[in-house]
């Protein structure tokens, strides 16, 4: 629920400016600035985590980083079901890098991701690729996501305070760096009336959207395997689409729901391929 709708929010704090990127960036900011008195008092123990715990939190904010801002540029059915391929990308992660064997079920939510993909972007030209650099970003989001799993979950004896903290560490420089990319708005300028404009809406986007849904997501994927972390989070995909259809004008057709059907598919094979007394999951 909080990643279907955390577009609404950027898109608020964006639209609060002419130079939307300093108040966003100030917003991926202030849950380090929340977090930071805590982190002092155990620096020792996140050290600890080493090089693994680094890369968990910079592939983690890299993976949002490139999504918010794609969602920024973009409109959030494409991007969304650009970035909602994770499925394909942490079961080969997972077999690759943790050696987890592929089960049938996953080869059928390869097979439906890769379709949605060349239904969405398959087109006049023929080959299902991204154009747009909104989609890219989507893409390259969901690609960076399913790595980042594998580091969370490598991670695992970590507490999760280590781990949410070290993803706030890298959020704002990255996002920073992510709209500098060709192709966005204007350039980064600190502006005084953005921050007064969005106050009310940062401070929800720091407290009420990013602090609890990293938190809520590395906890998951602590106790799950990547690619079925993704899966379960693809009601991402529902509530996204329905709150953009509801609150926006922005087109989508037979073709974005077509892919929608196929992508949202593998989290139905996964449901129904868990065998009775088996643990879903969910827990």
């Known amino acids: 629920l909080l990643w279907g709708t955390l577009w609404i929010p950027l898109r608020r704090i964006d639209e609060a400016g002419a130079s939307g990127a300093s108040a966003i960036t100030a917003g991926f900011l202030l849950p380090l600035v929340l977090l930071l008195p805590f982190a002092l008092a155990r620096w020792r123990r996140i050290l600890e985590g080493g090089w693994t715990l680094g890369m968990a939190g910079f592939l983690l904010a890299l993976s949002i980083a490139l999504y918010s801002e794609g969602l920024l540029r973009g409109t959030v059915a494409r991007v969304l079901l ?88 890298f959020l704002g420089p990255v996002f920073l760096l992510a709209t500098s990319i060709s192709g966005g708005g204007s350039a980064f300028l600190l502006e005084t009336r953005a921050f007064v404009d969005s106050a009310s809406w940062l401070m929800a986007f720091a407290v009420l959207w990013m602090l609890p849904v990293i938190w809520l997501t590395i906890f998951g994927a602590s106790h799950l395997g990547p690619g079925r972390v993704a899966i379960f989070l693809m009601l991402e995909i529902v509530v996204g689409l329905t709150t953009a259809s509801l609150l926006t004008d922005e087109p989508f057709g037979m073709r974005e729901l077509i892919g929608a059907v196929l992508i949202t598919g593998a989290c139905g094979v996964e449901l129904v391929a868990t065998r009775p007394g088996e643990k879903s999951g969910l827990a």
Do not use: Q
Request: hydrophobic share 50%.
């Open 82 to 169: 650009s970035f909602y391929l994770t499925p394909v990308w942490s079961t080969l992660f997972e077999r690759l890098l943790l050696g987890e064997p592929i089960a049938g079920r996953r080869v059928v939510t390869i097979i439906l991701g890769l379709a949605g993909m060349a239904v969405i972007f398959g087109g006049e030209a023929g080959v299902p690729l991204p154009r747009a650099s909104a989609e890219w970003m989507g893409l390259t989001a969901g690609i960076t996501w399913g790595l980042s799993m594998v580091f969370v979950k490598r991670t695992g004896s970590r507490p999760i305070f280590d781990r949410v903290f070290a993803h706030f560490v």
